[in-house]
Nanobody, 127 residues
Framework: QVLLVESGGGLVQAGGSLRLSCAAS????????MGWFRQAPGKEREFVAV????????AYADSVKGRFIISKDNAKMTVFLQMNSLKPEDTAVYYC????????????????????WGQGTQVTVSS
């Protein structure tokens, strides 16, 4: 069974930074793409960033482009989300997700395109 566990969330002032981690476990873990999503109270879950598991390509939502950086450590089966210049509107529960099947969108942005999800980690940005 594959598990994804996020960590690194917390409370930060506007303009600050946080680094989220997503550790994968399970002997059968393999991924095509790893993504980060977020869900603010009363809103739908939205795409944040995606990275190729085999390769280095990335894609970002316009709202975080230039502020957030997605990266990975394949050996440690971990994906990171470095969040800089945080804004109050970045407040949300952040989820990592894995798409295990190849094909489809080159950089999938729909949550329906991912088949394994973590439990989420809360990020709160105060003004």
């Amino acid at each position: 069974q594959v598990l994804l566990v996020e960590s690194g969330g917390g409370l930060v002032q506007a303009g600050g930074s946080l680094r989220l981690s997503c550790a994968a476990s399970g002997r059968t873990f393999s991924s095509y793409r790893m993504g980060w999503f977020r869900q603010a109270p009363g809103k739908e879950r939205e795409f944040v960033a995606v990275i190729r598991w085999n390769g280095a390509g990335t894609a970002y939502a316009d709202s975080v482009k230039g502020r957030f950086i997605i990266s990975k450590d394949n050996a440690k089966m971990t994906v990171f989300l470095q969040m800089n210049s945080l804004k109050p509107e970045d407040t949300a529960v952040y989820y990592c997700a894995s798409r295990s099947r190849a094909g489809g969108s080159l950089y999938p942005r729909g949550d329906y395109e991912y088949d394994v999800w973590g439990q989420g980690t809360q990020v709160t940005v105060s003004s």
